[in-house]
């Protein structure tokens, strides 16, 4: 178990507070203009997938605990598990719902992602910040309509719904920030 400062945990550490495993998802340095700095951190509950907000004093100390990744390509769903592939050993590795939480919204077959792993249990995946998923289903495009960013639903092949400016149509490939569920481009081939 390492330790790291609170003012060095930027998003993607790994900390153990109170003997629960966390992500850092977000980060904020606030120096009041009265009394002490301090480290307001927005952290991913590695067991249950939760979101929680926590402070701490500028300066802390932290427990940081040896994550190990490792590649694992997901390979299909079956019943209530979803079953990833060791791309070293081929062995299969199944994984709940809860486990994977909100990864669940991106993820496609044969995707490659990063298993976090710790003293041999699996605490759930990494996934790219960015993925490439086709829309499926949403209204009609229209073209030349770019007043005030107007934007509508649209279902992505997973199942998930975003937002996408007007324009987009069905069949099209965007590429979408994993973190914040943002539509970010749309894919030209």
Same mark, same amino acid.
């Given at each position: 178990?390492?330790?790291?400062?609170?003012?060095?945990?930027?998003?993607?550490?790994?900390?153990?507070?109170?003997?629960?495993?966390? =992500?850092?998802?977000?980060?904020?340095?606030?120096?009041?203009?009265?009394?002490?700095?301090? !480290?307001? %951190?927005? %952290?991913?509950? %590695?067991? =249950?997938?939760?979101?929680?907000?926590?402070?701490?004093?500028? #300066? +802390?100390?932290?427990?940081?605990?040896?994550?190990?990744?490792?590649?694992? =390509?997901?390979?299909?769903?079956? #019943?209530? $598990?979803?079953?990833?592939?060791?791309? /070293? @050993?081929?062995?299969?590795?199944?994984?709940?719902? $809860?486990?994977?939480?909100?990864?669940?919204?991106?993820?496609?077959?044969?995707?490659?992602?990063?298993?976090?792993?710790?003293?041999?249990?699996? +605490? #759930?995946?990494?996934?790219?910040?960015?993925?490439?998923?086709?829309?499926?289903?949403? +209204?009609?495009? !229209?073209?030349?309509? @770019?007043?005030?960013?107007?934007?509508?639903?649209?279902?992505?092949? @997973?199942?998930?719904?975003? =937002?996408?400016? +007007?324009?987009?149509?069905?069949?099209?490939?965007?590429?979408? /920030? @994993?973190?914040?569920?943002?539509? %970010? $481009?749309?894919?030209?081939?």
């Amino acid at each position: 178990m390492g330790v790291v400062m609170s003012n060095d945990a930027k998003p993607g550490t790994f900390l153990e507070v109170e003997s629960v495993l966390y =992500q850092v998802v977000e980060y904020n340095h606030v120096n009041p203009g009265k009394g002490g700095a301090f !480290v307001r %951190l927005k %952290l991913r509950n %590695l067991r =249950q997938g939760t979101l929680v907000e926590r402070t701490f004093n500028s #300066g +802390m100390k932290l427990n940081m605990p040896e994550v190990e990744e490792k590649k694992m =390509q997901y390979s299909y769903q079956q #019943g209530s $598990e979803y079953i990833f592939m060791d791309q /070293d @050993t081929y062995e299969q590795h199944p994984l709940s719902k $809860e486990t994977l939480g909100d990864a669940i919204k991106w993820l496609k077959e044969d995707m490659v992602v990063e298993m976090l792993m710790y003293n041999g249990e699996t +605490m #759930g995946i990494e996934m790219p910040p960015k993925v490439e998923l086709k829309i499926t289903q949403t +209204m009609p495009g !229209v073209r030349g309509n @770019t007043v005030n960013n107007a934007s509508k639903d649209a279902t992505v092949e @997973t199942g998930a719904v975003i =937002q996408v400016p +007007m324009f987009i149509e069905e069949g099209t490939v965007v590429r979408i /920030d @994993t973190r914040t569920g943002e539509y %970010l $481009e749309r894919v030209v081939s």
